[in-house]
């Protein structure tokens, strides 16, 4: 399984932007997908997550509210919908999959990575 993302950019605080990842190899169904980000000298957290067919999305504290996942399930793609930048959402944004219906919050849930979209926000 291979996972792209992209959409990141350099965007001003309090814009919005894009990302976007789509998996491709063997998925299929009960394929859940998901956002982790590692912000400069710190490590990498969770930031949503949706189960399988959109079940169950979950949000960390820091962006409920601002930020919405969804995906399309023939193509196995999600998305990630950031509102209201601010600068501390400025990271990496990675992509992850699972094969299971039901998103996990755990880094250690997930098995398959991509390779990162960088978010930069000025403030």
């Known amino acids: 399984v291979q996972l792209q993302a992209s959409g990141g950019g350099l965007v001003q605080a309090g814009a919005s932007l894009k990302l976007s990842c789509a998996a491709s190899?063997?998925?299929?169904?009960?394929?859940?997908m998901g956002w982790f980000r590692r912000a400069p000298g710190k490590e990498r957290e969770f930031v949503a997550a949706?189960?399988?067919?959109?079940?169950?999305?979950d949000y960390a504290d820091s962006v409920k509210g601002r930020f919405t996942i969804s995906r399309t399930n023939a193509e196995n793609t999600v998305f990630l919908q950031m509102n209201s930048l601010k600068s501390e959402d400025t990271a990496v944004y990675y992509c992850?999959?699972?094969?299971?219906?039901?998103?996990?919050?755990?880094?250690?849930?997930?098995?398959?990575w991509g390779r990162g979209t960088l978010v930069t926000v000025s403030s």
């Open positions: 949706i189960g399988w067919p959109g079940i169950s999305p």
């Open positions: 190899g063997r998925t299929n169904m009960n394929f859940a």
């Open positions: 992850a999959g699972r094969r299971s219906r039901s998103p996990g919050l755990n880094q250690s849930d997930w098995l398959y």
